[in-house]
């Protein structure tokens, strides 16, 4: 099988991907720094910034994922 040329949409879902997530990691790290000027206790600040810690992560699986599969194409 031939690899073919990613298109732009290819490359925009990435890019999406990419940047939900580096989202998901920033918006739990502010949430665990801010807890406190949030109103929301720490344990439950720990239980959310976790949560989107592990959103952060399948996103990233997610791309390697994408590219494997890609390129077996």
Request: aromatic share 8%; glycine share 8%.
């Amino acid at each position: 099988m031939t690899m073919r040329d990613p298109g732009p949409h290819d490359r925009l879902a990435r890019v999406v991907f990419a940047v939900m997530a580096l989202g998901s990691v920033l918006v739990g790290l502010a949430i665990y720094v801010l807890h406190a000027r949030l109103g929301i206790e720490e344990g439950t600040a720990r239980l959310v910034s976790t949560a989107f810690l592990i959103i952060g992560i399948a996103d990233t699986l997610v791309l390697f994922v994408w590219d494997r599969f890609r390129r077996r194409q």
